[in-house]
């Protein structure tokens, strides 16, 4: 798994500096893992669902950069 967010980190930022035109020193990611137990679809929680039962959870990825 730390392979794939690590892929993920720099996928991301390059995404942002070609699309965005942000320097790349200026970007920042960063990568929230969450238990299904700790999130839900209409009211159930993911767990409960069975939801990403091959084991890999949901993420939240959060950008930010500078263009300057």
């Keep these: 798994m730390a392979e794939q967010m690590k892929?993920?980190?720099?996928?991301?930022t390059q995404a942002l500096v070609e699309?965005?035109?942000a320097p790349k020193l200026n970007v920042r990611v960063g990568i929230h893992?969450?238990?299904?137990?700790?999130?839900?679809?209409a009211g159930v929680s993911a767990k409960d669902l069975g939801r990403w039962s091959?084991?890999?959870p949901p993420f939240g990825l959060y950008g930010s950069w500078r263009l300057n």
């Design 7 to 12: 892929a993920v980190i720099e996928m991301v």
């Design 19 to 21: 699309a965005g035109g």
């Design 33 to 41: 893992d969450m238990p299904k137990e700790n999130w839900g679809i």
């Design 54 to 56: 091959s084991g890999a």
